[in-house]
């Protein structure tokens, strides 16, 4: 379907579910237009406010019913929906004649779907740039979806994803690191990463690069100036040139030293619970979820699947994954062949582990079976884990971290080591700004641009060379920015939000 960036788009922004408020966003020229078939600030009579931008409207939607295409077992409003199930008429407490009187400010087939606010915001000044609508309603799912159907039916188009974020970047209100920024927010799963990720919207990123790009523009500027006018401008010296180039790329690696940091927070690690049956596994990923996610018996087998949940370690995402007890089984019997299965799993799991929580029993040390996990288990990174602390510690595990799943013995210890493995394996440093890996290419591709330029200093080329160098270098850093950008890069990165946003 060929979609136009002049039609009028709706969607729900908000999670569909049941909730105290829905909302319904529309953005183009025709959004005043649509609403106004379909609201009415009163119920006795068909009225309708001015809608000012920066103003906040009550009152009513009723549909239009010009879906006449109903399934719906003796409607008279011709809903369009397909169930009776679905029909607004169907599921109302008011009798047919109640209805017809609510329904007079529309005509003698419309029907009252709700009561709402409405939002007006004009171009320029709004999210998208253009005309929007923000129809805050009653959070039911049925409500949320009946009146984005009427505005589809009343002239607007279904959104696609990330349209109205896209929407914002070609209309100027924001740049492409900041839609990115957007992305990130939605998806932040640590406090560390959404303050950081505000950052990045607020401009941060967006200044950063705005002066690298002065800084080259400038020192292209005086290169052009004396290649143009060779007899009133003279050439700047090959070491300014090499100076400037140097303070650039200094720059640059500033915030490339940051790059695993920044891809640790988005991305996060995988930190699998691995140990004997009946070890403590399920009672640990309880105790550091702080919540009864896991089925903890004293069964040995009873975990069969791996449960998965993300914690925020030191702001890094952490994704905890509880795994079957590791054992040699006969495999003779159905229960024991599904078990087998999730041994399987947990095996997998450890190979794609980024580190692994190695447990053994306090009470009964380091046993054979152990022996044999942790053969599997020796070449990832891993912390040693001395489970039921509050037992007598056994010998043989002096040196593990001990825990208690029941009084939280060794927690704090736990994550504090965890931790440490995530931020030195890298040598990460902070930063008040993020980059993703498409930014970081970039930078990459904008550090080897001005190498070349400063090699060709070194060799006392003709400064035409240096000055194709430096328009690379300036072309990719405006990548970052959206600035120069192919419509392939803008549908990839718009292409990864949710519709509605």
């Not at 996060?268 to 009946?278: D, E, M």
């Not at 896991?294 to 699947?305: K, L, Q, S």
């Not at 599997?376 to 056994?394: G, R, T, Y």
Request: charged share 25%; aromatic share 6%.
């Amino acid at each position: 379907m060929i979609t136009s960036i002049n039609d009028t788009i709706a969607a729900i922004t908000t999670p569909l579910g049941t909730g105290g408020v829905g909302v319904i966003r529309l953005s183009g020229e025709k959004s005043v237009e649509i609403v106004s078939k379909i609201f009415s600030s009163s119920l006795d009579e068909k009225k309708l406010p001015d809608f000012k931008g920066g103003k906040i409207y009550h009152g009513w939607i009723f549909s239009n019913n010009i879906n006449k295409n109903c399934h719906c077992e003796g409607c008279e409003t011709a809903c369009g929906n397909l169930t009776n199930l679905d029909c607004p008429q169907k599921n109302t407490s008011l009798d047919r004649s109640s209805r017809r009187s609510i329904a007079a400010p529309q005509d003698d087939t419309s029907v009252l779907l709700d009561e709402v606010i409405i939002l007006v915001f004009k171009a320029p000044n709004s999210y998208t740039g253009e005309d929007v609508i923000e129809i805050q309603c009653h959070g039911g799912i049925n409500i949320v979806k009946n009146i984005l159907n009427i505005c589809l039916e009343s002239g607007a188009r279904m959104a696609e994803k990330g349209e109205f974020t896209k929407r914002a970047f070609l209309n100027g209100r924001i740049d492409l690191s900041k839609a990115e920024a957007v992305l990130d927010l939605i998806h932040s799963k640590t406090d560390k990463f959404t303050r950081i990720s505000a950052y990045n919207l607020s401009g941060k990123l967006s200044l950063f690069i705005t002066e690298l790009r002065s800084k080259l523009i400038n020192l292209l500027s005086v290169i052009t100036a004396a290649i143009d006018f060779p007899e009133e401008v003279d050439e700047p010296e090959y070491n300014f040139i090499e100076e400037k180039i140097n303070s650039i790329i200094n720059e640059i690696d500033k915030i490339l030293k940051t790059a695993g940091s920044s891809n640790l927070m988005r991305q996060g690690i995988k930190a699998v619970i691995a140990g004997r049956p009946n070890v403590g596994k399920s009672s640990l990923f309880n105790a550091l979820l702080n919540m009864e996610r896991a089925i903890v018996t004293n069964i040995p087998g009873t975990t069969r699947d791996i449960i998965q949940e993300t914690i925020d370690i030191g702001g890094i995402p952490v994704t905890l994954i509880d795994t079957a007890g590791i054992r040699e089984i006969e495999n003779n019997h159905e229960s024991q062949y599904i078990e087998s299965i999730g041994i399987d799993i947990s095996k997998s799991c450890i190979k794609e582990a980024d580190i692994v929580l190695f447990m053994a029993d306090s009470e009964h040390g380091f046993t054979e079976e152990d022996g044999v996990i942790f053969e599997e288990i020796k070449n990832k990174l891993f912390i040693k884990i001395a489970s039921k602390a509050d037992l007598k510690l056994h010998s043989d595990l002096s040196g593990y971290i001990q825990v208690s799943s029941k009084t939280q013995i060794g927690f704090d210890e736990l994550k504090k080591n965890i931790e440490k493995i995530i931020l030195s394996s890298d040598n990460l440093q902070e930063s008040e700004f993020s980059t993703n890996l498409r930014q970081q290419e970039c930078l990459n591709k904008t550090k080897e641009a001005l190498i070349n330029a400063k090699i060709s200093c070194n060799n006392k080329e003709v400064q035409d060379f240096i000055s194709i160098d430096l328009k690379s270098a300036l072309i990719s850093l405006g990548e970052i920015t959206g600035e120069v950008v192919s419509d392939e890069i803008i549908e990839n990165i718009f292409s990864n939000f949710c519709i509605g946003k």
